[in-house]
């Protein structure tokens, strides 16, 4: 299982848009790395195999704050709602799903948090 004091956020499907025969295709891809943590040998792992999974499905406009909502929720976890001002303090991205200004997207496809909460 991934060390959650180390790892962010995993992309496990990558997708972009590119020009074929004149027409706008979204290309979608599975993400393997050589190094590092994948879908399978997370879902697979022995302290997570026979667990139940959530699936968190944000969809909405370019800058629309899809990244800040998921961090949101992993401060949420985080705090494991021992106090009711879980949301006081900064929402940092050093540790949750990144985000940047700018046309080029940071966080399309499908990402999972490698944390059990």
Not at 16 to 36: A, H, P, W
């Amino acid at each position: 299982m991934a060390n959650p004091e180390t790892s962010g956020a995993i992309q496990v499907l990558s997708s972009r848009d590119e020009f074929v025969s004149g027409e706008l295709k979204r290309k979608i891809k599975i993400v393997q790395k050589k190094r590092g943590f994948t879908l399978e040998n997370i879902l697979c792992s022995k302290d997570v195999k026979d667990l139940q999974i959530l699936v968190f499905s944000i969809v909405g406009k370019t800058r629309g704050g899809k990244s800040l909502l998921l961090n949101l929720m992993i401060k949420y976890l985080e705090s494991k709602s021992e106090t009711e001002d879980w949301l006081s303090g900064t929402i940092s991205h050093e540790h949750g799903f990144t985000w940047k200004g700018g046309l080029d997207s940071v966080t399309r496809g499908i990402w999972i948090w490698p944390k059990i909460y």
